[in-house]
């Protein structure tokens, strides 16, 4: 498959803020492209398959980690606060932490009418680009990737943590 300039480029950038080489970079050409962008070009899967396998892969690996570290939160607190960090406003404000969308191979009509900040279209790929990094470099680089972005146990305490309202449900699960 060949690419074009644009493809190309946006595929070496993309790579750089992952912070990985790709052994077989169409897992990461797919995961940046729209559906949109797939129509008449060599690009033929976007990132809606693998936006489903990335959400699986998040969830064990943001579930394992306040399950190990949360050990006096029961099962519905930890489920809450599962929730709020892998809610789509949190995938998006991790998208925009490495200007994800800059990255996102578009058709012209999304491009047009501002697709590459729109929340959905950004959250989905964060997670697209999850199963890319999982089926290219297995669990451990993914849960390195993923782990950059989930906050630390301490900041969740603290309430300090603006993803989502972690000091309410901390609160809300310690008065149960």
Do not use: W
Not at 30 to 56: C, M, N, Q, W
Not at 59 to 64: A, D, G, Y
Not at 162 to 168: V, W
């Amino acid at each position: 498959m060949s690419l074009t300039a644009e493809q190309q480029t946006k595929l070496e950038r993309a790579q750089q803020i992952v912070g990985r080489t790709f052994e077989n970079t169409q897992y990461l050409l797919s995961a940046i492209t729209h559906p949109s962008a797939t129509e008449g070009r060599a690009v033929k899967f976007s990132y809606e398959r693998l936006e489903f396998l990335g959400d699986s892969v998040l969830q064990i690996t943001v579930s394992l980690y306040l399950y190990t570290n949360m050990t006096t939160v029961p099962e519905g607190g930890l489920t809450k606060l599962r929730a709020s960090i892998v809610c789509e406003n949190s995938l998006y404000n991790f998208a925009k932490r490495i200007s994800l969308g800059d990255y996102i191979l578009l058709g012209k009509g999304e491009e047009m009418t501002g697709g590459r900040e729109r929340r959905s279209i950004l959250a989905d790929a964060f997670e697209a680009l999850i199963a890319a990094i999982f089926l290219d470099g297995g669990m451990d680089e993914a849960q390195k990737f993923i782990m950059r972005f989930v906050p630390s146990i301490e900041a969740i305490k603290s309430g300090k943590v603006k993803l989502g309202d972690y000091k309410t449900i901390l609160q809300e699960i310690i008065q149960q």
